[in-house]
T-cell receptor, first 115, second 110 residues
């Protein structure tokens, strides 16, 4: 069964450094998403992406964040200058469309720790 | 923004017992979803509900979409140890952005 994959599974970085989290969505999906989950808290929406542009973003997704689809398979989340509070699990998700029945499927996540 | 209140926050039950958890919202959602998350994993979709009043089953799991479109419940019958995990409800309106509840942590004692 096709699945969303994410790399790396874990990343440790120093405050102020740039990180790039990578995702390979399900191959016939057209909509891509990033969510984050701070330890012990609920999953929060960051951004959605379709047709090579951001379609919606939350208040969390400020100027430090950017997303890109650099080729036909990868979808990346970049955090330009990491802060301690960026430590969280970051989940990528994808969906075929946005109509009923076209639900989002999540990857296993990248655990980011900012020191 | 929209908020989903999920209860209970945690449950510790005996294997074989039935479980019930629910989610309420102050605003309407057009779709309700239930996900399960195990340690170190991403949320896995269990049940999707698309119509007010809809009752849907997936094996031992049953979920209902409330008539007001502001609530949903999930029942698990005859729990087993592998049911352990965190169960999240999520609401969806535009198909673009999921709003998640705080989760119910389920622990099952063999």
């Amino acid at each position: 069964e096709p699945e969303v994959t994410q790399t790396p599974s874990h990343q440790v970085t120093q405050m102020g450094q740039e990180v790039i989290l990578r995702c390979v969505p399900i191959s016939n999906h057209l909509y891509f998403y990033w969510y984050r989950q701070i330890l012990g808290q609920k999953v929060e929406f960051l951004v959605s992406f379709y047709n090579n542009e951001i379609s919606e973003k939350s208040e969390i997704f400020d100027d430090q964040f950017s997303v890109e689809r650099p080729d036909g398979s990868n979808f990346t989340l970049k955090i330009r200058s990491t802060k301690l509070e960026d430590s969280a699990m970051y989940f990528c998700a994808s969906s075929k469309g946005q109509r009923r029945g076209e639900t989002q499927y999540f990857g296993p996540g990248t655990r980011l720790l900012v020191l | 923004g929209q908020q989903l209140n999920q209860s209970p926050q945690s449950m510790f039950i005996q294997e074989g017992e039935d479980v019930s958890m629910n989610c309420t919202s102050s605003s309407i959602f057009n779709t309700w979803l239930w996900y399960k998350q195990e340690p170190g994993e991403g949320p896995v979709l269990l049940i999707a509900l698309y119509k007010a009043g809809e009752l849907t089953s997936n094996g031992r799991l049953t979920a209902q979409f409330g008539i007001t479109r502001k609530d949903s419940f999930l029942n698990i019958s005859a729990s087993i140890p592998s049911d352990v995990g965190i169960y999240f409800c999520a609401g969806d309106n535009a198909g673009n952005m999921l709003t998640f509840g705080g989760g119910t942590r389920l622990m099952v004692k063999p």
